[in-house]
């Protein structure tokens, strides 16, 4: 195959606003399945728009950590860290971003970014350490599996109600 620009160019349009979904975001990646060129080379990028007191929910990126600047607007951000020996195993760390600001999630660390603001929507960029980093979205991955996870397993591990799990399940 003969290399060219078209390799490594896309009009992504990434300066356009983007209709949010049911939890009040959009997140528009591109990787290497969008440019051909990005393979190899360790990186992504992805525009996130943030409806007035939307979220990107608790998610992890298994294959990346995450650089994100806010663009425009205001986001409440924050990881859990891992399962490690005290004191920080599974410790929250949060921060309040303003324009301008810039927050690194760890690579495979839960983490989430919310637009408190009732009126405004918020704008980021995320740089990716991948040129694949995956998602995995915390809710969907446990209530929303296909096919589900038993509800035993599920109750036991949240120490709820069968039927609460049930629910939740119902509503992913």
């Known amino acids: 195959m003969e290399v060219n620009a078209d390799n490594f160019f ?6 356009k ?11 528009t990646l591109i ?3 969008q440019i051909a060129g990005l393979n190899t080379l ?35 951000v924050g990881f859990v860290t891992s399962n490690q020996p005290a004191p920080n195993r599974n410790k ?7 324009k301008g600001d810039v927050f690194v999630f760890p690579a495979g660390l839960i983490h989430f ?13 995320a740089a990716l350490s991948s040129q694949n980093p995956g998602a995995i979205t915390i809710a969907n991955a446990v209530f929303g599996s296909d096919p589900q996870i038993s509800d035993d397993v599920l109750a036991k591990a949240f120490q709820v109600e069968k039927n609460t799990i049930d629910w ?4 992913v």
């Open 92 to 98: 929250f760390l949060s921060k309040v971003l303003n």
């Open 113 to 125: 970014q919310f637009n408190p603001n009732p009126h405004k929507p918020a704008i980021a960029i």
């Open 10 to 15: 896309k009009a992504a349009a990434l300066d």
């Open 31 to 33: 990787n290497v399945m």
């Open 17 to 27: 606003p983007r209709v949010t979904n049911k939890v009040g975001s959009n997140v």
């Open 42 to 76: 360790g990186i992504s990028i992805a525009r996130i728009d943030y409806a007035p007191l939307g979220q990107n929910p608790p998610h992890t990126h298994p294959r990346a950590t995450e650089i994100l600047t806010v663009l425009e607007g205001t986001l409440y």
């Open 168 to 171: 939740l399940q119902g509503h």
